[in-house]
């Protein structure tokens, strides 16, 4: 079904892909550095082919180690910078269609999602540093950032989950999930999305259960806007399984399951062939009927998700099915995240960063120094972000991201002065897919 069947629209661009005269200069810097292409050495075997280099450009170099980079959104203006973690240097600037996107990493780890609610647009980055697995070792390499050509247009973008090489973006005005694919992205100007359609505007989500399976937010008969009350498992886009859900508000795949946040429960699902089996996780009746679990969070390997709520941390490990909430000294400040190393990260509005254990719910350090965090009611909404041994934590207010070392003790090991007002961050470059 073309995209356009259901009022959504992938888009080439319009115009260059620049920031304006400083991203101009940004550039003429960046140019300087040296192109080329380093082969890959003769010893390895033909079953270490990995299949990128018909991605490789003239700028792309292989480096012996990580380069991390950081994509940062601004709550103010509508720009997406790409930041050397290295330098601190901003590579790259970019325009985006508002102010604020939120941002979301790949599974493929080489695009980045910018995310524009109330512009009722995404658009796409390549941060342009990535890591690939070669058994026994890693391969490192480094290109210059850029905007890339595809947009998809559709109303009301919120909810995004990014699996088997696709990023999965629910439009609530349609009431339809469009999965792209993130090779396409880095292809062609018009790649095309797959539509998943329920029929019915609502506030909704999409997940790539598995390569045959896709799960979608599904309205009960006569519901139109508001939450999903419903989950819809569909293969070849015939729904095979209907599981209740009420209030459905929060989607994400862990290693085997994916886990959807219901207003009483968590509703588990794992892929079995042509079907799904489930499992349900209840809340616990001494938090009250108000407490439900929205949003979810985990590392790319595990089955345990985390969500905050308030001054609670809960963490739901899918294969025990069972739900284990923690008392936070203050209420959350952002939402909690989740970096690849198992580290769950929370900053409560005292400005102070905890650090818990995935598996174990423990509370292992927390850190020793603030940061500002500006309560008022226009204050801009930010999130923070894990990477390698480090998590970041911008200041949209102070102009400034904060590095914190979740290797030693949550120690603050640097402020970086960015300028503006950055928001939302992605970490890339370390990992290989």
């Given amino acids: 079904m073309a995209a356009a069947a259901a009022g959504v629209l992938l888009l080439a661009a319009c115009g260059d892909a620049d920031g304006g005269d400083d991203a101009a200069a940004i550039d003429d810097a960046a140019a300087t550095e040296e192109e080329i292409v380093e082969e890959v050495d003769d010893d390895h075997d033909e079953d270490h082919d990995d299949g990128y280099d018909e991605e490789m450009t003239a700028d792309t170099e292989e480096v012996p180690d990580p380069q991390p980079r950081l994509v940062v959104a601004d709550a103010e203006d509508?720009?997406?910078?790409?930041?050397?973690?290295?330098?601190?240097?901003?590579?790259?600037?970019?325009?985006?269609?508002?102010?604020?996107?939120?941002?979301y990493l790949g599974s493929e780890h080489r695009v980045v999602a910018a995310v524009q609610t109330a512009a009722n647009t995404v658009q796409f980055v390549e941060p342009g540093t990535w890591a690939v697995g070669h058994g026994d070792h890693d391969h490192y390499y480094v290109d210059q950032p850029r905007l890339l050509d595809a947009r998809l247009d559709i109303g009301t973008p919120i909810h995004v989950t990014t699996d088997f090489g696709r990023f999965a973006i629910f439009g609530d005005d349609e009431g339809a999930g469009v999965l792209v694919d993130e090779q396409a992205l880095l292809d062609s100007a018009d790649a095309d999305g797959e539509v998943v359609e329920t029929g019915r505007p609502h506030h909704g989500?999409?997940?790539?259960?598995?390569?045959?399976?896709?799960?979608?937010?599904?309205?009960?008969?006569?519901?139109?806007?508001?939450?999903?009350?419903?989950?819809?498992?569909?293969?070849?886009?015939?729904?095979?399984?209907s599981y209740d859900c009420p209030g459905l508000h929060g989607e994400l795949r862990g290693a085997d399951w994916t886990a959807f946040a219901c207003a009483d429960r968590i509703l588990l699902l794992e892929a079995h062939g042509d079907h799904a089996h489930s499992r349900e996780v209840f809340y616990p009746e001494e938090l009250g009927e108000d407490f439900r679990l929205g949003y979810l969070r985990t590392a790319e390997d595990s089955n345990v998700f985390v969500s905050s709520r308030d001054d609670k941390l809960a963490f739901i490990d899918a294969d025990a099915a069972e739900l284990t909430v923690v008392d936070l000294p203050t209420d959350t400040?952002?939402?909690?995240?989740?970096?690849?190393?198992?580290?769950?990260?929370?900053?409560?509005?005292?400005?102070?960063?905890h650090l818990f254990d995935l598996d174990t719910a423990e509370l292992l350090v927390s850190s020793g120094e603030s940061v500002t965090i500006d309560d008022s009611e226009d204050a801009?909404?930010?999130?923070?972000?894990?990477?390698?041994?480090?998590?970041?934590?911008?200041?949209?207010?102070?102009?400034?991201?904060?590095?914190?070392?979740?290797?030693e003790d949550l120690r603050l090991a640097r402020t970086m002065e960015l300028g503006g007002a950055p928001a939302n961050l992605v970490f890339v470059g370390a990992w290989p897919r």
């Avoid at 989500?205 to 799960?215: D, F, K, R």
């Fill in 78 to 103: 509508a720009v997406v910078h790409v930041v050397d973690l290295a330098t601190e240097e901003v590579l790259a600037s970019f325009d985006t269609a508002a102010p604020g996107a939120a941002l």
């Fill in 205 to 241: 989500g999409l997940v790539q259960l598995s390569e045959e399976l896709t799960v979608i937010s599904g309205p009960r008969a006569g519901q139109d806007e508001g939450l999903a009350d419903e989950v819809w498992v569909l293969l070849d886009r015939e729904q095979v399984g």
């Fill in 333 to 353: 400040a952002t939402r909690a995240t989740v970096d690849d190393d198992g580290n769950v990260l929370v900053l409560t509005d005292d400005g102070v960063l």
């Fill in 380 to 407: 801009a909404r930010f999130g923070l972000v894990g990477g390698r041994d480090r998590a970041y934590v911008p200041s949209p207010s102070e102009g400034v991201v904060h590095e914190f070392a979740t290797n």
